[in-house]
């Protein structure tokens, strides 16, 4: 097996593409709206609940749970709050990159992460949208690697339309390249 033209050249660090460099377009804000708005939805029938429990006329509460109930309720209020809150922090630190060889997608407020795709390596494209996505017109697309069984990741919080330019894109992208 001759080996006269392969190469291997080290790369300095110093001469790596920055992570920096990489500008990221943000999720709609839409769906930062929606988001908040049913995390709320649910912490407020969460907490319902727990009021309709402490006022229901159909059976004694132990007295240990009707003492500790009251504090149950607002600590579930001020716990939904704090994780709602954290959520539209977390929802306008998510982005999206597209490249010219790679796809990228970060998330994350505490534990930061990237995640990017080589336009080649991508074996298709979902897009995805249930009713209350559907309703605000948000869609979300399922990126599947060559040789996985699972998605890459997914980016949700898109504009319908724009998933769709984006998934034309990635497909017609991989599939000139693999011609090449």
């Known amino acids: 097996m001759p080996t006269d033209n392969f ?3 080290t790369i300095a660090p110093d001469n790596l593409p920055q992570i ?5 377009t943000p999720l709609s804000s839409v ?3 929606v988001n908040l708005m049913c995390r709320l939805v649910f912490w407020l029938i969460l907490v319902s609940l727990l009021l309709l429990l402490y006022w229901q006329p159909w059976f004694p509460l132990p007295p240990a749970l009707e003492l500790y109930l009251p504090e149950l309720q607002l600590a579930t209020g001020a716990f939904g709050l704090l994780t709602s809150g954290y959520g ?4 306008k630190k998510k982005g999206y990159a597209i490249r010219e060889h790679d796809f990228s997608y970060r998330s994350g407020v505490i534990f930061k992460s990237v995640v990017s795709q080589p336009i080649l390596r991508i074996q ?3 897009l995805k ?3 209350i996505d559907r309703h605000f017109g948000l869609a979300s697309l399922d990126i599947f690697s060559a040789g996985g069984s699972m998605y890459t990741f997914s980016i949700p919080g898109l504009p319908e339309e724009k998933a769709l330019e984006i998934r034309s894109y990635v497909l017609t992208h991989s599939d000139i390249a693999a011609n090449d």
Do not use: L, R, W
């Open 31 to 33: 769906y930062v709206k």
């Open 7 to 9: 190469q291997n050249q």
């Open 129 to 131: 949208h249930g009713p």
């Open 88 to 91: 539209v922090i977390a929802d």
């Open 20 to 24: 920096s460099e990489q500008h990221y």
């Open 124 to 126: 298709h494209v979902e």
